[in-house]
């Protein structure tokens, strides 16, 4: 059974992407979660990993910290790249 995306190490780099862009942002998470609509808690527990969010709540989370959904999934990715162990894998199993 594969492991939950929540347990995945490119979890935390979208934690911490979340994190990056409300600080590029200039925002504090109070301010972010004002502008959300949404208690201070919220913005926390999205960027502590306790609180999932859907595709429209990213949407609005990238929003309001001045940056279009389509350009922070391209910088993920490009981190995600980043952070790409060297080993190589198939089918979910090391290739020596």
């Keep these: 059974m594969p492991a939950k995306s929540i347990h995945k190490s490119e979890y935390l780099v979208l934690l911490s992407h979340l994190r990056a862009l409300r600080t ?12 959300l ?9 999205v960027e502590r990993g306790s ?6 709540q990213l949407q609005e989370f990238c929003s309001a910290c001045g940056k279009s959904l389509t350009k922070f999934v391209d910088e993920f990715e490009q981190e ?5 162990p060297t080993r190589s894998y198939r089918n979910g199993r090391l290739i020596k």
């Design 37 to 45: 609509q949404r208690p201070q808690s919220y913005v926390s527990d």
């Design 24 to 35: 590029a942002a200039g925002l504090t998470q109070a301010e972010l979660s004002a502008a």
């Design 51 to 56: 609180r999932r969010m859907d595709l429209l």
């Design 80 to 84: 995600l790249e980043q952070a790409k």
